[in-house]
């Protein structure tokens, strides 16, 4: 899974980048100029059950799941109608999900244009998205007609009509994410790389003080209404407080959340709303060389997250001997989780579930 942070210049996504990469990248009160490559960073997706198989497991390694995460710079207002969209671009980068960064802190040492008003920066930015993806559609629905009018445009008019859709949507200056399309017609349009239809979670970047105000409360609800229907996610954090978080050792971050009376860094639950947003699920395999998580799409089934640990194990899947995380817990270990009759062979049909420990039988 890959993430593209966006967001108007000084919204706070570098500061972000670095929250959820732990890295150290410059952020600046300033506005940089458009890139066109995007820092990339990894995400380990955070997760209690894992630390708790490692403390069972004592592996040599203990690895979570990874996502990774592009740093996008340079969109601003009128950047979809200038030369400059290395930026914009910079989303063909395939992100599957967007982090779109609205600005609600204040701070006069960091420059803004114009009062602080999330809604608005947030709609500017989103319009931006939507004329990048109107030409496309525009261009690619000449290309169809072209096509059409010399004969050789046969099989395209499933693309065509869902294009026609969009583009309608787009006049409307509506987002393709809120556009209903079939499964075909997502294929159809799938090597397009729209901006708009990508799903998004809006985190509203607001100051130390506000972390628990009712003002942020109330804008996090007026965003939601903004963006209701459109395969979009709101909430709010201080960028800056997760940043500080992210640099400290694990002990002293226990310490700095008690004091901030949180019960755990934001960028987690950032983490785990993209992984629902996504549709996507972890499954663990475990012993004693190695306790993992592993990504794979909710609703797969157990050949296709066998492929995700290797593709060898897909191909000569036989069974997948499985035990929910919870099972396992309540069991205290596998001799007794197979007593109590909670470890299951699955076969090829088998939708894999959230938590599942898995040990895929195979032969190569
Ligand atoms: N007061 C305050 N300043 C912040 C916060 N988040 C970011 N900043 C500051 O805003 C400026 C721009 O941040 P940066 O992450 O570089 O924004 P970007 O342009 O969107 O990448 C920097 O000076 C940050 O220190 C925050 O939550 N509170
Ligand atoms: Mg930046």
Redesign the pocket.
């Known amino acids: 899974m890959k993430l593209g942070i966006i ?1 108007l ?7 972000l980048f670095n929250a959820l990469t732990g890295q150290a990248l410059e ?3 300033y ?2 100029p458009a890139s066109a490559e995007a820092p990339v960073g990894v995400i380990k997706v955070p997760d209690a059950r894992i630390d708790r198989l490692s403390t069972i497991y004592k592996p040599k390694k203990t690895v979570y799941a990874e996502v990774q995460c592009a740093d996008i ?1 340079g969109l601003d207002r009128g950047i979809s109608g200038s030369g400059q969209k290395g930026a914009l671009f910079e989303l063909a980068w395939d992100a599957d999900a967007l982090i779109h ?1 609205v600005r609600a ?1 204040e ?1 006069e040492a ?1 420059s803004h244009e114009g009062p602080i008003e999330p809604q608005a920066d947030a709609a500017a930015l989103d319009l931006e998205l939507i004329f990048h993806d109107l030409e496309l559609v525009e261009t690619r629905l000449e290309r169809i007609e072209n096509s059409m009018k010399k004969g050789i445009g046969e099989g395209l008019d499933v693309e065509k009509a869902a294009l026609e859709r969009c583009r309608e949507a787009l006049e409307a200056e509506q987002p393709l994410r809120g556009v209903e399309l079939s499964d075909e017609e997502r294929a159809a349009i799938g090597s397009l790389q729209f901006a708009s239809l990508k799903p998004v979670l809006v985190v509203l ?4 003080e506000a972390i628990s105000g009712e003002g942020t409360a109330a804008a996090v609800a007026a965003l939601s209404d903004y963006y209701a229907g459109k395969q979009a996610l709101v909430f709010s954090l ?3 407080i997760e940043m500080e978080l992210s640099q400290l050792e694990p002990d002293e971050t226990v310490m700095f959340l008690e004091e901030l009376g949180i019960e755990e860094p934001a960028m987690n639950l950032v983490i785990r709303e993209a992984y629902e947003l996504l549709g996507l699920i972890s499954f663990f395999t475990v012993g004693e060389d190695e306790v993992r998580a592993w990504t794979t799409r909710r609703g797969d089934a157990a050949p296709r997250a066998a492929g995700r640990v290797h593709s060898d194990i897909e191909r000569g899947f036989i069974r997948a001997e499985t035990i929910s995380y919870d099972d396992f817990i309540a069991a205290g270990d596998m001799a007794h989780a197979r007593e109590q009759g909670t470890l299951r062979l699955e076969g090829k049909d088998y939708v894999v579930q959230d938590g599942d420990i898995i040990n895929f039988r195979f032969n190569v």
């Open positions: 967001g210049p000084n919204a706070g996504k570098t500061t952020v600046t009160a506005a940089n710079t960064v802190f701070d960091v970047n607001v100051s130390e201080s960028g800056k």
